[in-house]
C-alpha cells in the first residue's frame, strides 16, 4: 500500500507501462457482486443529473464513452435513452454481460479502463464526452492521472467529461464491499481538482453528495461530482 | 423457555413473610359452639375422610381393648389421606389450607396455626423465647387500616420448652395454661371462654431442623375429647405441616431470591439512541414457574448503530438466572467489540460451553443501522422476529434458525435486509408466542397478525400500546413461561446528517480531518462550533495517526448533538493522564475532556473507535420530522 505516495504523485508512471498492477481480483469481485451492485446503491441522483446534463449538452447522436459502465444503469440506458451513442467499458465480464442485456442499444467492452486510449485493442475512436462514475478509484493513484490524460486523448477537442469519486485519502485501500474485498482509491476535494485540472481540464461545476449505500458492509461517502471541458 | 424439569413452585413463605403474617387475631372464628368450626376457604374442596371413630375412643375409654384394632385403622387410613394431601401443597398457604381441609371437621372443630415470627429460612437451631403469630386462612380478610399493628406474642417458659421439643400436648399439661390462654386470648375474647384441657391440643410445628410454630387444634364442648391417641394423629398432622412448610419457604426463598436476580440482570433502563426507539417488557411466568432466564438488551454501537438483542436460557431455576446474566454480560462484551451477528453467537457459543455443557440457551443478535437503514440478523435457535413495515404489513422474518447456544461447533448466518423508517422490529421469547395449548408456529401466526390488525387502526402505533397490544395475544390466565419483549421504531438518519472519510495516517492527517469537518460544519449551519470541534478533531486524529497503521476513519453525524467519531486499526485506547514531558497522547483528551458534552473510546475487534459529543444549542438544531420519509436527499 502506498500509504506514503504524495497526490498526483506519478513517479511510477514508467513502471506503469511495464507491470500493469493485477486487477484479476477486482474483476472476480464485480463479477460475483453483479445485480446487488444497482441494489446497494440506489438512488443515484447525482449520477443522473449529470446525465441529464450530458444529454442536454450534446446533439443526437454524439459519441459518449462510459468508462467503468457496470450493468449499464442507469447511465449507459439513460444517455442510450436521450438519444447518444452509447459504448461502455468494464473490467468486470459479468458486468459487460449485464449492460448488454440492459442497454441493448450500446456497444459494450471488457476492457480495464487503465487500457482504454487511442489506438488501443479495440480501438475506440474519439468521443464527444467520456463518463466516469466510481471508476477511477478502482485504480492506483499512481494510474489516475495517467488514465485522465488517456480521456483527454479519447476526447475530441472541447469534449466533456464527467467524474465521480468518493471523497477519500487513501491509495490502493483494501475495503470490504458487498461481501467482497476491493481496492481503492480517492482524493479529497482539493486534491482531486488538482489531479483533473493537472490532466488538462477545465471544472466547469463541482457538486458533492453525503451518501449512505443501502448495505451494511459499506459506510457512508461524501461523493464529488465534477463536470468538466476538454482544454484545447 | 419450558421445559418439563425444574419446576420451581411460585413464592412461599420466604418471598413475603410480613403477608402471610399480617393478620389480627380479632378476624377469627372463635372455637365457640355458635361459630361455623371450618374456617376452610375452599367451599367447593374436598372435606378430608371422615374419622369416624374419632369420638369412640372416648365412648370406649382409653383401654387397650382387642376392640380398637378398627378404630386404628381407620386412624391409619385417616392419616395416610391427610398427610397426603398436606403434601401436596406447593406454598404455605396451600399446605396451611390443605392441613386445614384434613383435620377441621374429621378430627377437630376449629384450628389455629401460628407461625414463627420472622419465620426463619436458615439452618439455624431454634432457642427460647418462641415468638408467635397467628396465620389465618387464605382468602385473607380483608386488613382494616388499623390492622397495621397485628399480635406478636411471645411464648414463654414451659410452653416453648414443649415447642422447641417438638410433640404435642394437651391443653391442660402442667405449666402451660397461662401461656395457652395468653395465646388463644385475642382469638376468644368477648366469645366463649378457653376450652377445657382435653378438648385442645397444642401441636409443635416442627421442621427439619427447627421450630416453625404450632398448631392448635380445638374441640367444641359438645365433642368428645381427645383421646391419648389423637396426640400422636396430631403429631402427624403437625410433622407434616412442618415439612411442608419448610419445602415452602425454603423454594420461596429461591423463587425470591432468582426473581430478584434476573430482575437485577436485565436492563434497568434502555438506552435512547439516535434513529431508534425502544421499548420493552419483561413478565415473570405466574404461579408454577417464577423464575425463567429470559433477557433483552439493547447496546449502542459506533456509528449509531444499535445491536438489539433478546435470548433465552432453557429451565426455570436459580441457576437459569444466574446464567443469563453471564450470557448477557458476554453478548455486551461482544457486541462492544462491533463484531459482526453471525460472529458474536459463536463466541457467545464458545462461552457458554466453557461455562458447562448443560447450559443451552436460544439467542437472537440484530444490529440495526439507522444511516443506510439496514438490518442484519442472527439467530441461535430463537423464535424469528416479526417486521411490522410502514404500510402495515407484519412480515415473520425469515432468519436461518441456527442452533442453541450450548451446542457447540456449528456455525451461524448472518443475513442483512432492509430495516426502512417508521417499520418496527419486534424480538420475543417463547413465552409469548407457545403456551401448553399453542405451538410456536401457531403463536407466531398470532402475532404478525395482531401486528398487524394494531397498524390496520393506527398508522404507526406508538411503540409502548403496541407493546401491551402485543402482550394482549396471551389472554387471560396462568402463563407457563416468561416472557421479554424488544420493539424498536426505527426512524433512521437522513445521509445528509452524516459525513464519513477514510483518510490515510500521515503528519498531515489532522489538518486535512479539521479542514473537512469545518466543510461539514458550514454545511450545516454550525459555524458557532467550528472552534472546539476543530481543536477536539485535531487533537483525537493526532492521537489515532500515531498508532495506525491502515487509513483512518472520520465521521462526522448531525443529529440534537455533533457527534464525531475518529477510527483506527489499534486497540490500544487512549487514557486521560497527567502530562508527562515529551507525552503528546494523553494531554489532547484533556482539552476533549473539558471541551466535550461526552466523549469515550471503544475498543473494537478491529482497532478502536473514540469519540465526543457536543450538544447542538437548541436554534442550530434542525426540525425534523420524526419518522424520517425513507428517501434520500
Redesign the interface.
Known sequence: ?G??NSVGSGNSGADQENARPDRTGQAEAFDAIGDRYDEAF??K?GQLSAGEWLIGSLPGGARVLDLGCGTGLPTARQLADGGLDIVGVDLSGGMVELARKNVPGGVFHRLDIADARPGGTPDLGRFDAVTAFFSLLMLQRAEIPLALRSIHQLLLPGGLFVLSMV?????D?A?PFLGNTVRVS?Y?RDDLRRVVEGADFEILEETS????????D?????QIFLRCRRRG | MRVTESRAPHEGAGSQPAAVVELRAAHVAPPSPSSPPAPAPAASAQPAPALPDAERPAEHGRGGAAGDIEPQTDRLRYLDTATRRIARGMDLDETLRELRLAAVPAFADTILVYLCDPLSVGDEKSAPPVTLRLHLPEPPLKPRPDAADTERLTVPGRLAELLLAGRPVFGDTQGIGSAVAELLEPVLSGAGSLPDGRRLIVAPLRGRHRVMGTVVLLRHPDRPAFIGDDLLVASQLATHTALGIDKAVLYGREASVADALQRAMLPSSLPEPTGVRLASRYLPASETARVGGDWYDAIPLP?NRVALVVGDVMGHSMTSAAIMGQLRTTVQTLAGLDLPPDEVLHHLDEQAQRLGSEHMATCLYA?Y?P????L?VANAGHPPPVLLHPDGRAEVLWVPPGAPIGVGGVAFEAV?M?APAGATLLLYTDGLVESRDRDVWTGVELLRARLHAAAHVLAAPPLEELCDEVLDILGPGTRDDDIALLAARFDGIP????????????PQ?AG?AR??TARSLHRWGLESMLESTELMVSEVVTNAVRYAT??I?L?LLRTDVLRCEVGDDSQKVPRMRQAQPGDEGGRGLFLVDRLAWRWGATRLSTGKVVWFEQQIPERYREKRLVPQPD???
Open positions: 500500500m500509504s506514503g440506489p438512488h441522483e471523497e477519500a485519502d487513501v491509495d485501500f475495503i480517492g479529497l453528495y453525503s451518501y449512505a449505500p443501502a448495505i451494511a459499506v459506510p457512508p461517502e461524501e | 456509528g444490529i443501522d444511516v443506510s437503514r439496514r442484519l442483512e432492509a445521509s445528509h446528517d452524516v459525513a464519513y472519510w477514510f483518510l490515510d495516517p500521515r492527517t486535512r479542514r473537512l491502515r487509513p476513519t465521521r428517501g434520500r436527499p
